[in-house]
């Protein structure tokens, strides 16, 4: 009998609402939806998640000597970075037609929007964190005798943000 495709890390993928579970007994699952233009869900465990938050300081003007005063500037919002392995070497299949090639919607200029769509990340029921996706670096690692690429690490990153808008063609004329 056939194993399914496997994603190693136990990472599961669902597209447009239908999953393709591989989940370890006893795990917690990671969603990222899509919250606005085509609907898009992905469903998995990845190998580690990175959230960063920094706090913008500037040194005073009127700073002298080892230890400046500094002024706070403003906030900024959060990021979320993850590793996602996806393995289909034993199946034969092709990583970046059944795995890859599907995330890329996620940074997909959406024709509605006029820009990529917001996507909110929940991890169990305490993790939530809504936003953009910022980047995606993909490192294929495992290739069939084709050349067809089996395994992928995937290097997810999104910034927080409570709303998204499209920058108009007036904001880049200065005003009289």
């Known amino acids: 009998m056939r194993k399914p495709a496997m994603v190693l890390a136990f990472l599961t993928v669902a597209l447009c609402g239908i999953a393709v579970a591989q989940k370890k007994p006893g795990t917690t699952t990671v969603k990222i939806n899509t919250v606005e233009g085509q609907p898009v869900e992905y469903v998995f465990n990845p190998v580690s998640i990175h959230i960063d938050k920094t706090v913008p300081w500037q040194k005073s003007s009127k700073s002298s000597g080892d230890e400046p005063v500094l002024e706070f500037t403003s906030g900024d919002g959060k990021s979320l970075s993850m590793e996602l392995l996806f393995d289909t070497f034993e199946e034969k299949g092709d990583v970046h037609k059944q795995f890859i090639a599907p995330m890329d919607k996620l940074m997909a200029v959406d024709p509605a ?64």
Do not use: I
């Open 113 to 176: 929007l006029k820009r990529p769509p917001m996507v909110t990340f929940t991890w169990g029921s305490d993790l939530k964190f809504s936003g953009v996706v910022d980047s995606m670096g993909v490192q294929y690692t495992m290739f069939a005798q084709d050349g067809t690429p089996t395994r992928a690490t995937v290097n997810l990153s999104l910034k927080s943000a409570s709303k998204a808008e499209t920058k108009s063609d007036d904001d880049d004329q200065s005003k009289p």
